[in-house]
């Protein structure tokens, strides 16, 4: 069987760096996208040769990167994992609001954390088709209701982005091609806010979920264990949303 490939953006931390893992673990090539150049702290196999440089808030960087990324591939993606997303803080690490957040912060994230999926997705459209390819967009339980932390920008972008996962289902699925979604809640990574053990302590799983159990669920919506499902999105939060 010929190895399959999956484009990840948002790869350099967290959830985005345990999913590297996990689908180099089970022997998948991993092309990964990031602003940053490739990192030497990613310990992965053909890290530095298989990432390309590309700013997901820069419009036309987006477009052109979809070319460069056509170059890697043998005209065949079987997974484009959309993770990249930013949520712009306050001067003091504070929330930002529908009230305080500034236009260009609002359009930089909608760029990252919406367009960007929307323009890979498109741009790689017959390479997913070739493959009967998988599309699994990152979102948030921020995106279905207000969040402590997360600012307004970043939730309504997240929304924005489970309603595409069902509109890319719909409109996916004639080329044979799974859209699903994944919202992760209170995540254990380098960037959680203050004041997480609070809502951790409210929990009915009483803990922070695990960079690595996020990965899992991505991996499940890869692969041909869930070929039948399309245009949904799963909660990986130890039941926050009930």
């Known amino acids: 069987m010929s190895q399959k490939t999956i484009l990840l953006t948002g790869a350099s931390r967290g959830i985005g760096h345990a999913t590297v893992r996990k689908f180099s673990n089970e022997g998948w090539r991993v092309l990964t996208c990031s602003r940053a150049p490739f990192a030497k702290e990613c310990p992965w196999p053909g890290g530095a040769e298989n990432h390309i440089q590309i700013d997901l808030g820069d419009p036309a960087d987006t477009i052109n990167a979809v070319g460069i990324i056509q170059d890697k591939l043998d005209g065949k993606l079987d997974a484009l994992v959309n993770n990249a997303g930013i949520s712009p803080k306050g001067p003091d690490g504070s929330r930002l609001n529908t009230l305080n957040t500034d236009l260009m912060d609002w359009g930089r994230v909608f760029h990252v954390n919406f ?31 207000v969040h402590p932390f997360a600012g307004a920008a970043y939730a309504t972008s997240k929304a924005a982005l489970a309603a595409l996962t069902r509109e890319m289902a719909h409109d996916f699925g004639p080329l044979g091609v799974r859209v699903n979604a994944i919202a992760p809640g209170e995540v254990e990574t380098a960037i959680l806010s203050p004041g997480t053990d609070k809502i951790v302590a409210k929990l009915p799983l009483q803990r922070l979920g695990q960079p690595e159990e996020v990965a899992n669920a991505i991996f499940f919506l890869c692969s041909d264990q869930s070929s039948y499902i399309s245009g949904a999105e799963i909660e990986v939060n130890g039941a926050q949303h009930v």
């Open 115 to 145: 367009f960007g999926p929307v323009v890979l997705a498109r741009g790689l459209r017959d390479e997913l088709a070739a493959a009967k390819g998988s599309i699994v967009n990152v979102t948030s339980i921020a995106g279905a209701r």
